[in-house]
């Protein structure tokens, strides 16, 4: 299988960074934006270290600063949506081929950001195109929507 470097996810976010997205972006409920120390206390670190995860969630344009505090871009968006496919359809693989539930889930955690689109894509029509996971939540659609 060849990769098509266009379609391939570029993933220039470490774990800690995208936990602080995710944060950020169940912190924008209402519109509203995230303060530096609500994402602070949910990650359980010091604000000088949520400040450098968001200048590189900024620099790459996942979160824009704004009167308040930050919320998530569209890139941003399209980003947790993507590594939220991977996560679910990796963990159905797993669960499918006996693993706990569990285990599934801490081992799709390993990979969901290592994976590239065209990969995830692969498993998810061997699996004949899951809707949802093992935990019964939806599995995003592939395309970038």
């Not at 995710?22 to 519109?31: A, C, F, S």
């Not at 969630?57 to 949506?81: F, S």
């Not at 081929?97 to 889930?105: D, F, I, K, N, R």
């Not at 969901?112 to 809707?131: G, R, S, W, Y």
Request: net charge positive; charged share 25%; with cysteine.
């Amino acid at each position: 299988m060849t990769i098509n470097k266009k379609d391939s996810l570029k993933m220039d976010i470490t774990v800690r960074e995208y936990d602080c997205l995710n944060v950020i972006e169940k912190l924008n409920v209402g519109n509203w934006p995230a303060k530096v120390s609500d994402i602070s206390k949910n990650m359980k670190v010091k604000p000088p270290t949520v400040i450098s995860y968001i200048r590189k969630l900024t620099k790459n344009d996942y979160v824009l600063k704004g009167p308040g505090g930050y919320k998530i871009t569209k890139k941003g968006d399209m980003l947790i949506k993507k590594v939220t496919r991977a996560h679910r359809i990796m963990e159905t693989l797993f669960v499918k081929e006996g693993t706990s539930l569990s285990m599934a889930c801490t081992q799709a955690k390993k990979f969901q950001l290592l994976a590239d689109n065209d990969f995830v894509e692969c498993i998810c029509k061997t699996l004949n195109h899951p809707t949802q996971c093992p935990h019964g939540l939806p599995i995003p659609n592939g395309g970038d929507d």
